[in-house]
Structures are given as structure tokens and as C-alpha cells.
């Protein structure tokens, strides 16, 4: 079904060329005040709209310079506290005395050098340290062994797939 634009839909009846607001001078000033009226309204809406995201953008960059100045708060009790470390340790290695070490185990906790009877030398031969070594050599030999071992069948597959 074709719609004319002439036809009221659903009637045979004929649309009224007639608009009221263009011959009566107070309903057209209305019409018009109403059209100026939603004008204004979006206007202001934009601006409103405009001025919530500056808002919105110099609060974050607000908050972004905040978090900054707490960091930098922040690395300036850091490397203070670091400082405060570093010259305390200074300060324990220059009072570390051998001498009142000393004093203080033999006197406080009774320890004192051994006797020459207490004193008991161990020789280590030097076959240990061969051993270890021949035991590092085949650790080494076995996963060299495993290592060329993928190796071939990485070469294998390669072969195959060309």
C-alpha cells in the first residue's frame, strides 16, 4: 500500500493544507518562543556538558599531581632512611673492637682457647677432590649426552618434515 502524503492514513480523507500558527500572529510568536526555548535548553546542556568534562579532566590532572607530590614525600623519606642505614652499619663497623670481643666471651659467656691436647688437626687427601671432580665430569657427560641426543632428533624431525 502506498502512502500519500495528500491522504490522512486509515480515511479517504484529504489532509488540510491549513496550518494555524503561519495566520494567527500570537500562536506563531509561541511556536517560535518554543522552538528559541529548546534551543536555549541544549545550548545550555553543551555548556553544562562542556564545563562537567573540564571539570571532570582538572580533577584527575589534580589528583595526578597529588600522587605525585606524595611520591616524591615518599622517595625523600626513602633515600633518608637509607642514609640512616648506611651510617649506622658505618657506625657498628668502626665500634667492633677484637679486644673487647674478646673480653666479653672470656669473661661473660667462660669460653677461652683451646688446650694443645683439645686441638685436633684433620689432613684431607687430595684424592677427595679428584673424585668430586670425576663426578662433576660425568654429570657434565650426561647431560651433554642428553643435550646432543635432542639435538638428533631435532635434526630428525627437521629431515622429515622437508
Known sequence: MLEDKNYIIGTAARKIEYDV?????????????????????KVIFCLLFVFAMGSLAMYRYSRITEMNYEIDRQLKAYEEIKNENIRIKVEIEN???????????????????????QIVYVKVPQSDFTIVSEAAKQE?????????????????????LY
Open 95 to 117: 665500634s667492633i673492637d677484637i679486644q673487647k670481643i674478646k673480653e666479653f666471651a672470656e669473661k661473660e659467656l667462660g669460653m677461652h682457647k683451646p688446650d694443645k691436647h
Open 140 to 160: 657434565e657427560m650426561k647431560n651433554a649426552g642428553i643435550f646432543s641426543a635432542f639435538i638428533s632428533k631435532v635434526n630428525l624431525l627437521a629431515s622429515l
Open 21 to 41: 500558527y503561519e495566520e494567527n500572529k500570537v500562536l506563531n510568536a509561541k511556536k517560535k518562543q518554543r522552538n528559541n526555548n529548546k534551543v536555549k535548553r
